[in-house]
């Protein structure tokens, strides 16, 4: 797709209790969206998620990278590096942001599916507990452990992509996987380590994730 075609906006998502920047991207037609929730002291200026989310939009998704902390809250983990395990917080944030697509008239026709890195993807499968018309997760080196009691409730197909040199992270994602069970697949990338910096991995990271969402997210209702 001509990424002219796809309209990129600077937003602020208001929760009421918090104020959090994002940007969101909407192709042309757009079939679907994506909300990113980032970890580990990343946000929505990661250049690994912004590559996936790139391969997305190519496909007529639109997505949603939004930093699940605000500003201060930021600057509080940067010192403590405990918020950005406070899968509660984030998992409330992710919720709030759904909510949030649900009210744009851009968006609000759009099927939603979750992509988490590290513990973002606790944060995505938090949400995907309480949210059960989120259509598809994908979880990118994540930590599915840290919401391990919700992850029964989750209805949604799971993609759980790992490096295959991850080894602290491969037991607990097909762990997941088990409990997730038939909606969910687990995907090693041979080289990989957690950051899918080597060659070819983080674009193989984002083929994948992009055939999971096209195949689990439907198109808009004809009409919508």
Known sequence: ????????TDVVVDLGDARLDALLSVPVAARGVVLFAHGSGSGRTSPRNALVAHALEDVGLATLLI???TRDEQQEDARTGLLRFDIDLLGARVLGASKWLRERPVSSALA?????ASTGAAAAFHAAAELHDVFAVVSRGGRPDLARDCLKSVRAPSLLIVGGEDVPIIPLNQEAC???GSIAQIVVIPGATHLFEE???LEEVARLSRDWFVDHLPPPARGA
């Open 1 to 8: 797709m001509d990424r002219s075609a796809v309209m990129r």
């Open 67 to 69: 930093d699940l902390l």
């Open 112 to 116: 939603l599916g979750y992509f988490g």
């Open 178 to 180: 088990d409990v997730l």
């Open 199 to 201: 060659t070819g991995a």
